[in-house]
């Protein structure tokens, strides 16, 4: 009952949310060496799923890589651990995707498996919950004011949260806020393009909304 919850809140907000954006997938565990995952992300900001993978080059540090459908979406991430004990685990994930509105993503995750849960050195955890800070940069948006130097960056900060609620399903959100921009429209900073259809600029509200379904497959262990 709760995964068919989080899917119908997931399409809802796909409707009244849409943006032109996207954001690296989460694999919440600590990388094993050799291991190859694969997945695909359901995100608001792309509408269209892309597809995943994440090789672990060490037990530090994985790369990942996302094909979007025909390219928006398309991406490449790489994730360091920088910390773990118990329960917990820090990682740094550094990620570019493209899209209309690309962007280059710097996360601070924070994950942490539930207090219940059984853990074992043969099976990843299940029950994982995790929170970062993201620091967000559109370079090149859609929106270009010649009058205005620097107009077309997009600087944003904000916070996301997340949880693994089963062997194959994750879900993530959060929202990341353009300071320069803010919450109302200007001729410098226009929420949307001037121009039809009137999609989304760099510096839309909208633009910071991220809402990700994740569908985890087995990995090339167990294949």
């Not at 094909?67 to 994730?79: E, M, Q, V």
Request: charged share 25%; proline share 7%.
């Amino acid at each position: 009952m709760i995964k068919i919850r989080y899917i119908y809140l997931f399409f809802y907000l796909i409707l009244f949310f849409g943006a032109c954006t996207s954001h690296p997938p989460v694999m919440p565990e600590v990388p094993k060496e050799g291991e190859t995952k694969m997945g695909f992300s359901f995100s608001v900001e792309n509408i269209i799923p892309t597809i995943w993978w994440r090789h672990s080059l060490n037990n530090y540090t994985d790369v990942g890589f996302k094909l979007g459908i025909p390219i928006s979406g398309t991406g490449i991430d790489i994730n360091r651990l920088l910390m773990k004990k118990d329960r917990r685990w820090d990682m740094l994930n550094l990620a570019y995707s493209i899209s209309p509105n690309s962007s280059l993503d710097l996360t601070y995750y924070m994950f942490k498996v539930h207090k219940k849960e059984k853990l074992s050195f043969l099976k990843p955890p299940i029950r994982t919950r995790w929170r970062a800070f993201r620091l967000m940069i559109i370079p090149d948006g859609t929106y270009d004011n010649p009058s205005t130097r620097g107009s077309k960056v997009s600087t944003r900060l904000g916070f996301l949260f997340g949880r693994r609620f089963g062997e194959k399903w994750g879900f993530e959100t959060g929202y990341f806020h353009d300071l320069k921009a803010g919450w109302s429209s200007s001729d410098d900073y226009p929420h949307k393009d001037l121009e039809k259809p009137h999609w989304p600029t760099q510096f839309s509200r909208g633009m910071g909304v991220s809402v990700q379904l994740f569908l985890y497959l087995p990995s090339s262990e167990k294949n």
